[in-house]
């Protein structure tokens, strides 16, 4: 059974960092992209970052980039979001997911896999 899991999630002050991580099992997804998407209370899941299966193009929300930087390990199964001097529109839960489709996929339809989500509080 394949099962995501996210964690890293919790509370920060406004400028704080925090760093996501997300942990598969049940199956290897070498040859998918990897991404974290969130949603905030009252609002639609949004994209927030993809990384391709080879680790060498990475996609940003325009409202994270040069703050926010995926990464993932060499076991393939592991992958992570750096997030630094967040804001307290950063605030949602944060998931990971894997899709069969290019770095550029942003909408949640087009993955596959999801974890349960991990809650991000950014206080001002």
């Known amino acids: 059974q394949v099962e995501l899991v996210e964690s890293g999630g919790g509370l920060v002050q406004a400028g704080g960092s925090l760093r996501l991580s997300c942990a598969a099992s049940?199956?290897?997804?070498?040859?998918?992209?990897k991404g974290w998407f969130r949603q905030a209370p009252g609002k639609e899941r949004e994209f927030v970052a993809a990384?391709?299966?080879?680790?060498?193009?990475?996609n940003y929300a325009d409202s994270v980039k040069a703050r926010f930087t995926i990464s993932k390990d060499s076991a393939e199964n592991t992958w992570y979001l750096q997030m630094n001097h967040l804001t307290p529109e950063d605030t949602a839960i944060y998931y990971c997911?894997?899709?069969?489709?290019?770095?550029?996929?942003?909408?949640?339809?087009?993955?596959?896999?999801w974890g349960q989500g991990t809650q991000v509080t950014v206080s001002s």
């Open positions: 049940g199956r290897t997804f070498y040859s998918y992209t």
């Open positions: 997911a894997t899709a069969w489709a290019n770095p550029g996929a942003r909408k949640p339809s087009e993955y596959q896999y």
């Open positions: 990384i391709s299966a080879k680790g060498d193009t990475t």
